[in-house]
């Protein structure tokens, strides 16, 4: 208690020492910052019309119309002081509240250039799930998208797009296990986390035209516990009111044995050429397991394959824009306005997507005697009308197979019909 005492006082001395010092050195004022900020928002209202049949005349077909508020976002962003910025989102969809970017950015870093990000953001793992939803042609993202449990986590993360004159883009971060329903709180950092890398290149650019030929790959590598411990799939179609898809007699597809962790690895490729656009991706992901084999365990790693290729086609004019790696805000020429005549501009869009969980469906049908299917694809065409860079009508419709075996499961095509109103500001 004496050296408490003793300390406090010695503190104490030393504070007024300071206070005095200051109050007759130091003749400056105190220096003030200004800090800016910039309201966003965007409002996305969604209708789905989701039909199937059961293919059994005693089981009832699938038939769901709904709507709902797919996102209600709304964010301030700024700039602190010369090389600070800052960025707080939240998400309102389903009456619920929920963080999305949420950061600090120290920008410009000395030596090195780039950004550091601390916070919550979106991770840098591929073309499409960096394309804001403002931005992305469809809906929804594409299915091989779903081995990502959510676009945003919350850690560290380093940018730095401009690389050897603007050639280069490197993304990488680094975030923990907390969920997103919880804040992206984690309170066990070192039962692992995850890693992300992304790799990315302008390798031909004419912005006169509105020319472009990206490629990139990138790389994530996720460990989500300390042991291994029981983990579901959780992928949808390429709708968001309907179920997610499922193995026959399971209410997810999940990994056998108990998953140590997640690796995966993806390639991109996409081309602007003025109104037309092409974007593809392929990944591999990989989930490394350990299973039973009798009464020893060992290691066995499934194997998720992903591929999509999109084409979108202004037939008014427009073009997609592209920034940063990932496609941006489209070059609108016409703003509708029926006094004035005009109506906008129209895209026309395409994909074809699929998912390949064979590596898990072969693996249980040895052990179970059935016949599990095992790849789900989607082929999708609509179109966008544009009637500012800030609003558009979309309308999808999506065609969603399974590789099944009629013994096992005999639903047919899953068809939905998607529309979406959309407004950012």
Known sequence: MKKLIFLLVVLTA??????????????HQPLKVKPTVALHGRVQYDYEFLNQDSGVDSVDDLKLRGNEFRRVYLSGSGKIYKNIKYKVQFEFA???IGYRDVYIKFVNLPGIGGNFTVGSFAEATGLDMLTSSNYIPM?????MTSTQNFRWNSGLMYDNMGMFGGKLGLQMSYAGNGSHHGGFKDKHLENGGHFVARLTSPVYENKEKHQLVHIGVNFESRKRSKDPAAY????????HLGDYIHIPGEEFIDIPGLLKNQQDIGFEFAANFGSFSFQSEYEIAGYNA???????DKDQTFNLNGFYALVSYFVTGGQRGFKHGAFARPHIYNNFCIKDGNWGEL????????????????YLDLFSGKDYYSKTADIGFGFNW???NHTRLMYNHIITSTNRNTDVDKEKNLNADLIRLQVDF
Not at 232 to 239: G, H, Q, V
Request: charged fraction near 25%; aromatic fraction near 10%.
């Open 14 to 27: 030393f504070g007024f020492q300071s206070a005095y010092a200051q109050d007759v050195v130091d003749e």
């Open 94 to 96: 389903g009456s619920q």
């Open 139 to 143: 809906l929804e993202r594409a299915l």
């Open 232 to 239: 579901s799939l959780k992928l949808r179609a390429e709708d």
């Open 290 to 296: 350990v299973v039973k084999d009798g009464s020893v």
């Open 347 to 362: 895209e026309l869009v395409a994909r074809y997507s699929t998912l390949d969980y064979s590596s898990i469906t072969d």
């Open 386 to 388: 544009y009637l500012n």
